[in-house]
């Protein structure tokens, strides 16, 4: 049951045993960026690790796996990033798989795998389609345009000080909020995320489970690869909700406390964010502002 394997693949810390020792290391290090959200890296360890099995009749299963790994990675890459590249990646991978598997078996050209792989070429196939007839094709050299250096701004006159502007409580009050009303948002989305992914677990569990001594249907086969898919995504979304809530929360509590302080005190906070964790800058400047002589 090559679709169970597959699912498998991406739900389990050990790689199986149909992959060579060369390509479950870099299987193990395609999922470690693909818990990430580095789904670019994951897809081309993936592919490195499909690479390290070139016999598609020997290494049938195995490469079985690593493809259905390979366009998840590719798919939510193409969803996330909303970039046309994966899908044009994706595409070429499947065509080249498929071609193997239809050299390697031709008394049976019409066998399951080789039916699936095809319809998931024609499904990338027609997005590409849809998106226009020059979706793959490298984008036109543009000459960057000549931009004028601005003049220096005149000097400060003598004796005058800039300084940044406070930021009256009220309007800290009014931040701080707003901010911890986004925190909440963002947990409720995190809970979607943690129920989208146990809901398509379960169900691919339940398939997988049925019928343990049948083979698949292509329909089957297919519902576990998006199922598959549907269970990172809302991982991901999980993840990556969750660090921004907490972030958010306590940028909110801390700009409602900053309101309660002082109004000679001048404040500024900036949130950030990366693929590994989020949080905020604050700057405080100290002191009376200064303005110019009378």
């Known amino acids: ?7 498998v693949l991406l739900l389990a810390s050990e790689p199986p045993k149909s992959l060579s020792p060369a390509a479950a290391e870099h ?3 395609a999922m470690q ?3 990430a959200g580095q789904y670019g890296p994951a897809a081309d360890e993936f592919y490195a690790a499909y690479q390290t099995m070139p016999d598609a009749r020997r290494d049938r299963e195995g490469r079985e796996l690593l493809i259905g790994s390979l366009r998840a990675s590719l798919l939510t890459q193409q969803q996330v990033t909303g970039e046309v590249a994966p899908l044009c990646r994706l595409q070429k991978i499947l065509k080249e798989h498929v071609d193997s598997l239809t050299a390697a078996f031709p008394e049976d050209p019409e066998m399951l795998e080789i039916r699936s792989i095809r319809a998931r070429h024609e499904e990338v196939t027609a997005k590409l389609a849809a998106i226009g007839p020059d979706a793959c094709s490298p984008p036109p050299v543009v000459a960057a345009p000549v931009v004028a250096e601005a003049p220096a701004p005149p000097p400060a006159p003598a004796g005058v000080t800039a300084t940044p502007d406070s930021i009256p409580p009220r309007q800290l009050k009014i931040a701080g909020g707003v901010t911890l009303g986004l925190g909440g948002v963002l ?14 677990r379960t169900r691919a569990i339940e398939i997988r489970d049925r019928l343990p001594d049948c083979p698949l249907t292509p329909e ?3 519902e576990l690869q ?3 898919s549907s269970a990172f995504t809302g991982r991901h979304i999980a993840v990556g ?4 809530a907490g972030a958010a929360i306590a940028l909110g509590g801390a700009l409602l406390g900053l309101a309660r302080r002082s109004p000679t005190k001048r404040w500024s906070a900036a949130p950030w ?4 964790g989020a949080g905020f800058n604050l700057l405080v400047h100290l002191g009376a502002t200064r303005g110019p002589p009378g």
């Open 1 to 7: 049951m090559h679709a169970a394997l597959a699912l």
């Open 27 to 29: 299987n193990t290090k």
């Open 33 to 35: 960026h693909y818990d």
């Open 187 to 200: 947990l409720a989305v995190m809970t979607y995320g943690i129920v989208h992914e146990a809901n398509a």
């Open 220 to 222: 089957e086969f297919t």
């Open 226 to 228: 998006e199922l598959r």
């Open 241 to 244: 909700t969750g660090i921004a």
């Open 273 to 276: 964010w990366s693929p590994t």
